[in-house]
């Protein structure tokens, strides 16, 4: 059974930074494409940034280009959300998506894609 959860999330300004962790359990962590998804009330779930099973490949939505990266350390069993320059439109519940399969990297595939899904972390940015 795989096993993903998030940490990080918080209230913070306008301008500030929050680093968001995801670890997996249950998998070989390697094995696993990941992603961050994120949620605002009212609307559709988005794919914010992706990478791939190495780590090699990356994607952030337009959105968060220039402020966001995501990274993962293989050998932690952990994948990280860089968060910078936030902005209130951040403002959502971000979720920590797991897939046994080859991705590319290059882009965030549909939620659909993701079969193991963290509870969700919520961040609040204030203006």
């Known amino acids: ?50 990478i791939n099973r190495s780590g090699s490949s990356t994607y952030n939505t337009d959105s ?14 952990t994948l990280y959300l860089q968060m910078n320059n936030l902005k209130p439109e951040d403002t959502a519940t971000y979720y920590c998506a797991a897939v046994r399969a080859w991705t590319s990297g290059t882009y965030c595939p549909s939620s659909r894609t993701f079969d193991y899904w963290g509870q969700g972390t919520q961040v609040t940015v204030s203006s």
């Open 64 to 77: 968060v280009k220039g402020r966001f990266a995501i990274s993962r350390d293989n050998a932690k069993n």
């Open 1 to 50: 059974q795989v096993q993903v959860a998030e940490s990080g999330g918080g209230l913070v300004q306008a301008g500030g930074s929050l680093t968001l962790s995801c670890t997996a359990s249950g998998v070989p962590f390697g094995d696993l494409s990941l992603g961050w998804f994120r949620q605002a009330p009212g609307k559709e779930r988005e794919g914010v940034s992706c």
